[in-house]
């Protein structure tokens, strides 16, 4: 039973909505400020959607960059083939929950550190079929036509658009008997089989639309780039980085992955930049602070801190204490 959606909930998403509306002039007024949306709104749906599955189910993943691919190179192909990069995101998006579902059937009888190794072969293994394919360009790529481009405020408003659907469908799942069934395999894989919990139709659902938001994410990402190559779109640092920004934001939260979402992209464009040698090595110590640390992410320690806050300034019931 999925419990009905609550006014708070609207109207968060209501002042999102406008947030984002309102700052599309001073963003796409500015080539550098556009970027950063593009990176911040791409960001937070590979971080939603990589929470369906790492953060609700308890499976960690380090193999989204092979479905992230599939959806650049989808577009890709079919933008090459004469059709409107915009009408080709439902079949990155399909294409994407295909592969995702056809490895992951196997893959999620496993747990544990078992699952997240199997997803580090799968991605590898993709990134090197992907280096081999020449109908899709070898290790080379693509390069995508810039006369047919939808332009700065088209993608802004098209990011803006992923980024809040990403988010509701994290906040829909959380809420819904599917999102139940998840968090119970979470917690406890053989119990929740023991309670009539299907633990591989329920995952596979959940890894399903997971791949197909995260290869939207990877069509958005070869529309504001026009260039794919697999070493970029399929490459092991990009599954880290979306592991990072959960576990940063709030791993299993609706609010963790967006939180995390900025914070990454704040660290990546005036922090990490720097460090282009060794930022794989900069992301896994980052990694390990942030458990050691705060195991829970940042999320829950932002809302604790926001409830403080509106206790210290609420005004006094009537006939209470002044």
Known sequence: ???????????????????????????TANPYAARLAQLLFLNVVLASAWNLVGGFAGQISFGNASLFGVGAYATSLLWLAGIPPVLTMPAAA???ALYGAAWGWP???????YFAIATI????????VANHIEAAGGASGLTLPLEQDIGTV??????????VVAVLTCDLVRRSRLGLGLVAL?????AAAASGVNVAREQVKAFALAAALTGLGGAYYAQFTLYVVPEKVFGFDLSIS?????????????????????IYLILE?????????????????????????EPRGLAPRLVQAISLIRRRFRRPEAGGPA
């Open 154 to 163: 088209g993608l802004y408003a098209l990011g803006a658009v992923l980024a």
């Open 242 to 262: 979306l592991v990072l920004m959960v576990l940063v934001g709030g791993i299993g939260t609706v609010s963790g992955p967006v939180l995390g979402a900025v």
């Open 186 to 190: 979470r917690e406890d894989a053989r």
């Open 1 to 27: 039973m999925q419990r009905p959606v609550s006014r708070r909930h609207l109207v968060w998403t209501g002042a999102a909505v406008v947030a984002l509306a309102a700052a599309a002039p001073l963003l």
């Open 121 to 128: 072969g799968v991605a590898e293994a993709t990134r090197i």
């Open 94 to 96: 399909l294409a994407a």
């Open 107 to 113: 893959c999620l009888r496993l747990r544990g550190p």
């Open 269 to 293: 464009q005036f922090v990490l930049a720097s460090l282009a040698d060794i930022h794989l090595a900069a992301f896994g110590a980052l990694l390990i602070f942030i458990v050691l640390m």
